[in-house]
């Protein structure tokens, strides 16, 4: 499908996402108004801020009780297929998306669902395992594997499949240094447009753009430079805004 101009955007528009909660309604999302057009951009916030409820409505995972999402000009309500084909989503526990016996098994499984064809599978998936570091783990029971082997395997099979965008959720949260770096290199290097959680501010600050969410709004967007140390000092001292109950 064409993209129409401006189309290369993760959009939300007057976004408000709400779950209920014993008698009531509880607001996980308030009144979002962004539009991420940057190849790589990361959202930070304390736990429960929202970071993940947001993620999960590029992929349709959580629909807005207000609002629209589109992700490169899809409505993501109206066809949530095609936002899942154009969106590929990381999750921060690998288990929850890991469904195969083996990393290989797992990845061959997308390669399958992707359409190609039996016999260049194997062959795509080890290479895709080997690009993310996990090669050598390859054959190897999920269950045997560490969790940050797991988070790589998981890694590995969204991205095998290339989607043009990738969401990845805390990705960082399991890894090692030495694979942590392994990681970040990769991302760097990857041509789809990223949209990354994370409690990592090293990882945050290679990003040309850091959006804050506390309290389930949005207090704090722009470059790293600016937006981390803000940041910092409000995780520090606390919050400027005051946030609706
Ligand atoms: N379906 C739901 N029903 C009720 N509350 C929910 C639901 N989903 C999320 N929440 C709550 O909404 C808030 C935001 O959750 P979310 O997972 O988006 O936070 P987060 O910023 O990703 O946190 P963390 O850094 O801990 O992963 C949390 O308080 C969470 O408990």
């Known amino acids: 499908m064409p993209s129409s101009p401006g189309a290369a955007a993760l959009v939300c528009s007057g976004v408000t996402v709400t779950a209920p909660s014993g008698s009531g309604e509880l607001t996980l999302l308030r009144d979002l108004d962004v539009s991420v057009s940057e190849r790589r951009a990361v959202v930070v916030g304390l736990n ?6 947001f993620l999960r409505l590029f992929n349709g ?14 409505d993501v309500a ?11 989503f990381v999750f921060t526990d690998p288990l929850s998306q890991l469904v195969m016996p083996t990393p290989v ?12 064809p039996r016999g260049r599978r ?33 890694f590995a099979a969204v991205l095998a499949v290339e989607p043009d965008v990738l969401v990845l959720d805390e990705p960082t949260t399991l890894l090692d240094l030495r694979n942590r ?19 990592d501010l090293g990882l945050a600050a290679t990003a040309p753009r850091v959006l804050v969410l506390h309290g389930g ?27 609706r109950p």
Request: with cysteine.
């Open 217 to 243: 709004e949005l207090v704090a967007d722009g470059p790293p430079r600016q937006v981390v140390t803000a940041y910092q000092g409000w995780c520090e001292h606390g919050f400027p805004q005051e946030v």
């Open 122 to 154: 194997r062959g795509a998936a080890l290479e895709v395992l080997e690009r993310v570091g996990i090669a050598h783990r390859a054959e190897h029971s999920i269950y045997d594997l560490s969790g940050g082997e797991r988070q790589l395997a998981a």
């Open 61 to 74: 995972l959580v629909r807005p009780s207000a609002g629209t999402v589109t992700v490169h000009g899809t």
């Open 181 to 199: 770096g392994r990681l970040m290199e990769l991302l760097e290097g990857l041509p789809q447009q990223l949209l990354i959680s994370t409690h």
């Open 105 to 116: 098994e797992d990845v061959e499984l997308s390669l399958r669902g992707a359409g190609v």
């Open 48 to 53: 429960g801020s929202g970071k993940s409820t």
């Open 78 to 88: 109206r066809d949530v297929r095609a936002a899942r084909r154009r969106v590929g």
